[in-house]
């Protein structure tokens, strides 16, 4: 395994990790109990292959199975035993809901990640920002996170979906209350550039030593090159939105297509190392182990410049990208 990232003092991540977003949800994902023996052989072999990390949220989960991801991660870990066992670290995204208005709901939040999680959370996210819609509410959420790592509760905070602007004035509270923000998680891959090439998130990060961590990092899928033909697309949400990509994109699977054939990679693999090679630390979701297996096949090898900037180019051109999440900030 490459060796780990140090986002904190006592908080290291593999250079990529799992994203649990599907582990319960059924809206998006057609997530189904029956699912959850195929999702701990995914858990057991990703940390046995030294993807020790997994990224799970709080509001995880549809309907009655809120929570459900976090309560798996705890169950798979707990009965694991294996390689690399004492490095898994988990990561959770706690919810800006509305009736989270005090720094003490951050931290009962947290500890209902805990209880669910039957460990410790490794690295506490705020899952988005509520600057543009209820500014007032984000300062005291701020402070519940920077008491639980005052407190030792958690290794790191990191934050999500916030642009450079609302980073910074983060970064300043956080500074005062002397606490660093570890990581930033953002929509990024070939198609949701966006976060990067326009709000140049990197380089701020870069300056202040926050790590950005790649989420959906094969844009839901259609960076694997599987979803080609629009007859025949997944169901739900996805469908819409990949039958508008789809005749859009063509150019980047086909360039993607001959890298991946090149380095005798996968598309989908080629589409996680690019992450890799931008600095981040992509979390592509994996339903079962042929996809996991195939996205740990995104370490240990580099494209190279000139297939990057091949790659940069082809997107920067597109038509079409990925929508950016709504929560997203400036
Ligand atoms: N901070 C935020 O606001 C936020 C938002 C979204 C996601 N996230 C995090 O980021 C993680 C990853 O993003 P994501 O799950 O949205 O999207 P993604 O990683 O871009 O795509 C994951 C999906 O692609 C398919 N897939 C994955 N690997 C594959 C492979 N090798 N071959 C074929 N198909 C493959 C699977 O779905 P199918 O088999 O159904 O096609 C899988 O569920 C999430 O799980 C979550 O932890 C965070």
Known sequence: METKIKVSDNLYLSKMGCGTWAWGNRFLWGYEPQMDE?????????????????DTGDSYGTGKLNGR??????????EYKGNCQNEIAIATKLAVYPWRLTPQAII????????RLGRPVDLVQMHWSPAKYLPWQEKPLWKGLAQLSQQGLVKGIGLSNYGPKNLQR??????????????????????????????????????????????SPLTLGILTGKYQDINNLPSGPRKGLFKGLLPKIKPLLQTL????????????????????????????????????????????????????????????????KMIQNIFQTT
């Open 69 to 78: 991801s976090e309560s798996l991660l705890g169950k798979f870990t707990n």
């Open 170 to 215: 983060a970064y300043d509270f956080f500074q005062a209350e002397g606490v660093k923000i570890s990581t930033l998680q953002i929509q990024y891959s070939l198609l949701s550039t966006y976060p990067i090439q326009e709000l140049g998130l990197k380089q701020l990060c870069d300056r202040l030593n926050i790590q950005i961590i790649a989420y």
């Open 257 to 320: 297509d001959a890298i991946a054939q090149n380095n005798q990679k996968t598309i989908a693999q080629v589409a996680l190392n690019w992450c890799i090679c931008q600095g981040t630390i992509p979390i592509p979701g994996a339903k079962n182990v042929k996809q996991a297996q195939e996205n740990i096949g995104a370490l240990g090898w580099r494209l190279s410049p000139a297939e990057i900037t091949e790659l940069n180019t082809i997107a920067l051109g597109l038509e079409k």
């Open 108 to 115: 009962n939040a947290c500890q209902k990640s805990v209880s």
């Open 38 to 54: 195929q999702l701990q052989q995914v858990f057991n072999l990703c940390v046995s292959e030294g993807v020790t990390w997994f």
